[in-house]
């Protein structure tokens, strides 16, 4: 099925049947001409789960989340999604490209992708935002997709924005009108690109809420992010990427209390 | 009063829809102020010394030659600027993203329209092209036929090849300064891509473009007189028609010229109306 060489040796098959697996990576490897940004990381996200993604800036964190609905093709390696292996093809150059453009539509749908710079499409208004993928992508009737927008814009605290356009709306209310957009999908699994990097510091906390909230209630989440006090409140598992491996991974209470590795204590050091 | 002014606008909540001058209402009583009301009396007094100073008398006769032409240069605008836009869209679009076999013919066209003389594309599909048909009996005998002998087909063509020509320059530019993240967001989740260029990329294209595309289609109605080269009866011919019959040179170029602005006026006033669908902080 897939063009990695590994597959019957990977170690992260599913051992229990605890949770479904939502997002399965193994063995990633990414590379931009000579510059190896990933070199072999492995992810298992099964649904419920939150895993937070940090490390310094180079680290690979937000290539690695890229990687995972091929807004980047990785070099190599394993991605399974929703139980569903992704067949990729060799371009002859060393890289490789998703077989099936169609399969790659259709898993990017189930994804709820929340970039750090919003994207939110200008020329919409909040609502036509929110109801422009499921109405355009999945087929939903016009009217359910309004009905399902303007409770997902509640949810955000922004049912008064609906009909203004992103260009009038703070940082802070793109974002979260952004992470609405990303639920009118109902996603399988939420992506979070550094979500509040770009914000200025006073906004940062309405949209760490929102997403706080969406942890509470059991979605399951990818979330790249620099904040680490935020990062231990809310995620079941984290990851701590360095130079494009996984320098060290674990509970939130285990990899921030007692780090092990020496990077990862002085990584803790420098930004808190 | 500027200080009013200046103290409103500082009290528009950043949240709100921009304020357009004429639905302002400290903006819409400024014509009102002295300057103004002097300047548009010198403005009628001229148009009414033009009317009872020079001669007016053969304009009944003229009337319906007016009109026709009038009509014509019109529907010769809407039309050529319609499918010339339709035309651009592909052509910025193989520049901007297509692939080399695409983007390279491309940009060979529109450097061969912009790089040569409207009127000289015109002479040359009009006496060039124009003249080889009738050599070839099973063109004479198409269906065709009766619309490739006359001109107008000629002066559509050449309008049509020029505004596309331009047009395609513009959307190069307007397809390419759409920021990236707006199709990323549009790649991230699931769209195809033509979606994404029917309800992403195309409409942001679009509006950049407008203000740039209201500006040449101005310049396409002012290129129109040239199709009176090859014999279509346009709005500009119907004045040297006046000056030939009746040695009346002014008055017609008078008249031509207030019909250009009056055009003109209309062509912005709807180009406006078209860039206010959407408010204009895009990206």
């Known amino acids: ?272 | 009063m500027s200080k009013l002014i200046a103290d409103t606008e500082i009290e528009i909540p950043l949240e709100t829809f921009p304020i357009h001058k004429d639905t302002d209402p400290a903006q819409r009583n400024e014509w009102k102020q002295p300057h103004r009301i002097i300047l548009i009396l010198i403005g009628l007094a001229l148009v009414g010394s033009a009317i009872f100073f020079l001669r007016w008398d053969w304009l009944p006769n003229y009337g319906d030659l007016i009109l026709q032409g009038l009509w014509r240069t019109i529907w010769i605008l809407c039309v050529t600027v319609f499918l010339g836009f339709l035309l651009a869209v592909p052509l910025g679009l193989a520049q901007a993203a297509g692939p080399a076999i695409l983007a390279i013919p491309a940009r060979w066209f529109c450097t061969i329209i912009r790089g040569t003389p409207l009127l000289l594309q015109l002479w040359l599909l009009y006496y060039g092209l124009g003249s080889l048909f009738p050599q070839y009996p099973w063109i004479r005998g198409s269906e065709l036929w009766p619309y490739l002998r006359q001109a107008w087909p000629y002066a559509v063509l050449a309008l049509t090849l020029s505004y596309a020509g331009y047009e395609g320059e513009v959307m190069r530019g307007a397809f390419a300064g759409v920021p990236k993240g707006q199709l990323e967001a549009a790649r991230a989740f699931g769209m195809r891509r033509f979606t994404i260029l029917r309800r992403i990329w195309l409409p942001q294209a679009i509006h950049r473009a407008l203000p740039t595309l209201a500006g040449e289609a101005v310049l396409q109605l002012k290129s129109t007189p040239l199709v009176a080269t090859i014999t279509v009866v346009d709005l500009y011919s119907v004045a040297s028609r006046v000056r030939q019959d009746t040695f009346i040179t002014y008055e017609p170029l008078l008249l031509l010229a207030a019909g250009y602005l009056v055009i003109t006026g209309i062509i912005v006033f709807l180009f406006r109306r078209l860039e206010r669908l959407v408010p204009s902080r895009l990206g």
């Open chain 1, 1 to 272: 099925m897939t063009v990695s060489d590994a597959v019957s040796t990977d170690p992260l098959q599913p051992q229990s049947a605890e949770q479904a697996e939502a997002i399965h990576v193994w063995n990633l490897h990414k590379r931009f001409g000579a510059l190896e940004v990933l070199k072999g990381v492995s992810m298992t996200a099964r649904d419920g789960d939150v895993v937070a993604l940090i490390g310094g800036s180079g680290s690979g964190k937000s290539t690695f989340l890229r990687c995972i609905n091929f807004l980047e093709n990785p070099t190599s390696g394993v991605i399974r999604i929703n139980g569903e292996d992704i067949e990729m093809v060799s371009d002859g150059a060393g890289g490789q490209y998703p077989a099936n453009r169609r399969q790659i539509e259709r898993i990017r749908s189930r994804l709820g992708m929340v970039f750090q710079n919003f994207n939110l499409w200008q020329h919409m208004t909040l609502l036509q935002n929110v109801i422009e993928v499921p109405v355009h992508v999945l087929g939903m009737k016009r009217d359910e997709a309004i009905a399902i927008g303007e409770q997902l814009l509640e949810r955000v605290g922004l049912s008064a924005k609906r009909d203004v356009y992103p260009a009038y709306l703070s940082g802070g209310q793109q974002q979260r009108g952004a992470i609405a957009r990303a639920l009118a999908i109902q996603p399988r699994v939420m992506l979070f690109d550094e979500p509040t990097s770009a914000l200025d510091p006073e906004l940062v906390g309405e949209v760490l809420k929102v997403i706080g909230d969406l942890a509470k209630e059991g979605r399951t989440m990818l979330l790249v992010t620099h904040e680490m006090k935020f990062a231990r409140e809310v995620a079941s598992h984290v990851m701590y990427l360095h130079n494009g491996i996984v320098e060290e991974e674990g509970p939130p209470e285990e990899l921030f209390g007692s780090p092990k590795s020496e990077r990862l204590k002085q990584f803790i050091r420098t930004v808190s």
